[in-house]
């Protein structure tokens, strides 16, 4: 499968804390998306960081991309209890593809 | 407001019912997709359309049938042939292949 994998699949963390979540991955990527969801909602795209990219920074968003490790990461800075969401990583494995391979997601709980 | 709209939010039928889900988008996006999501899982690809009166089929594809008729419009049947087709299903589109996309709300379908 070339579905990616979050890890850690639960995260609690207080509020003003960064949140840490990592996706692997498992052949080579045209690019690599972050996407959140809202319990019971429809997934929200967050970042998009293409595999010529190794960085990119989006208001309290930081998203990391290796692709020698075929791993990516997503930080949120100074977290707040609306952050509260599950994670998803979808890689994009050639230019032109219609299928995003999405990941498990990782279960964010943000303490007020 | 731009967006994509999917109806209804919950939806109940009897085993051996045929069931339509729609899905409308005003985004002007030539992609739709179509995605289920059962609890602790990533979202799995059962139909997607590049455009108008052409779709393919993705990994799930059994037990569901799609027509694309109108660029806005991508509805989705859920068969009776479908072995298990409790779960929340979410219609996506992107403006172009491998372009991030954008999600309705959902629909989550019992059936009983």
């Known amino acids: 499968s070339q579905q990616g994998e979050e890890d850690p699949q639960a995260l609690s963390i207080q509020e003003g804390e960064n949140a840490t979540m990592n996706c692997s991955y498992k052949?080579?990527?045209?690019?690599l998306q972050w996407y959140r969801q809202n319990s019971g909602r429809g997934l929200v795209h967050l970042i998009l960081?293409?595999?010529?990219?190794r960085e990119k920074h989006s208001g309290r968003l930081r998203v990391t991309l290796d692709t020698s490790k075929k791993s990516s990461s997503l930080l949120i800075t100074a977290s707040r209890a609306a952050d509260t969401a599950s994670y998803f990583c979808?890689?994009?494995?050639?230019?032109?593809?219609?299928?995003?391979?999405f990941g498990t997601g990782t279960r964010l709980t943000v303490i007020p | 407001d731009g967006g994509i709209t999917q109806s209804p939010k919950y939806l109940f039928r009897k085993e051996g019912q045929n069931v339509t889900l729609s899905c409308e988008q005003n985004?002007?996006?030539?992609?739709m997709y179509w995605y289920r999501q059962d609890p602790g899982q990533g979202l799995r690809l059962i139909y997607y359309?590049?455009?108008?009166?052409?779709?393919q089929k993705g990994d799930i594809a059994e037990g569901y049938s799609v027509s694309r008729e109108k660029k806005e419009s991508f509805p989705l049947t859920v068969t009776s042939a479908q072995k298990n087709p409790t779960a929340f299903y979410l219609c996506?589109?992107?403006?172009?292949?491998?372009?991030?996309?954008?999600f309705g709300n959902g629909t989550r379908l019992t059936v009983t």
């Open positions: 985004l002007n996006h030539d992609a």
């Open positions: 996506a589109s992107s403006i172009v292949e491998s372009s991030p996309l954008h």
């Open positions: 052949t080579s990527i045209n690019n």
């Open positions: 960081i293409r595999s010529n990219e």
């Open positions: 979808a890689t994009d494995v050639s230019p032109g593809a219609n299928n995003l391979f």
């Open positions: 359309s590049q455009i108008v009166n052409d779709f």
